[in-house]
């Protein structure tokens, strides 16, 4: 299955702080633009950055975010790797 997803779903779980934080290790990003105004989408891109890391209120946020999407999904998620509570551990 693939299914199309917007930037703003992604930004709004939390993966966008989540891959960018990994991606900081090699001194790049995911970043995107928006218009001032509208607040719509520009561009999508990567870029070389000189920071490492997202403040500690960031991360508690991003962390916030990606919970609440396991705790709104991980039935979806489960389902989709045939995961089955009832069955006997192997």
């Not at 928006?34 to 520009?42: E, G, L, P, S």
Request: glycine share 8%; aromatic share 14%; hydrophobic share 35%.
């Amino acid at each position: 299955m693939i299914e199309e997803k917007s930037w703003d779903e992604f930004q709004n779980a939390g993966f966008l702080w989540f891959i960018n934080g990994i991606l900081h290790v090699f001194g790049w990003s995911i970043v995107i633009s928006r218009d001032k105004d509208t607040k719509q989408i520009n561009n999508v891109f990567p870029a070389r950055v000189d920071f490492r890391g997202f403040s500690e209120e960031t991360n508690n946020k991003g962390y916030r975010r990606i919970t609440d999407y396991l705790e709104q999904n991980i039935t979806i998620l489960a389902g989709e790797l045939g995961y089955n509570e009832n069955e006997d551990e192997e």
